[in-house]
Nanobody
Framework: QVQLVESGGGSVQPGGSLRLSCAASGDTYRISVMAWYRQAPGKQRELVAQ?????RISYADSVQGRFTISRDNAKVFLQMDSLKPEDTAVYYC??????????WGQGTQVTVSS
């Protein structure tokens, strides 16, 4: 089992920055992928960025060049710069293990509005 605790959401004006953090606990040695997803009202949940245990990184086209994912052992971070109103969503931390079990954080609200 893996438990995830997120922090760092909030409200910011367009062009601003936020940093999300997610701390994993439990069977963290089993983790193979850490990622951030988001879900806006009325839309499907989408992958924002992911990082593997070998530090292979990928981003959604919509955030490429503005968001940066990083990890430090059992923590994963999402630095969000140049935020736009369309980035408004609930952001979820996600972890997948080597045996393909998936775990989700509780979600943290990010609101970008003037």
């Amino acid at each position: 089992q893996v438990q995830l605790v997120e922090s760092g959401g909030g409200s910011v004006q367009p062009g601003g920055s936020l940093r999300l953090s997610c701390a994993a606990s439990g069977d963290t040695y089993r983790i193979s992928v850490m990622a951030w997803y988001r879900q806006a009202p009325g839309k499907q949940r989408e992958l924002v960025a992911q990082i593997t245990i070998n530090d292979r990184i990928s981003y959604a086209d919509s955030v490429q060049g503005r968001f940066t994912i990083s990890r430090d052992n059992a923590k994963v971070f999402l630095q969000m710069d140049s935020l736009k109103p369309e980035d408004t969503a609930v952001y979820y931390c996600y972890v997948r293990t080597f045996v393909f079990r998936e775990y989700w954080g509780q979600g943290t609200q990010v609101t970008v509005s003037s």
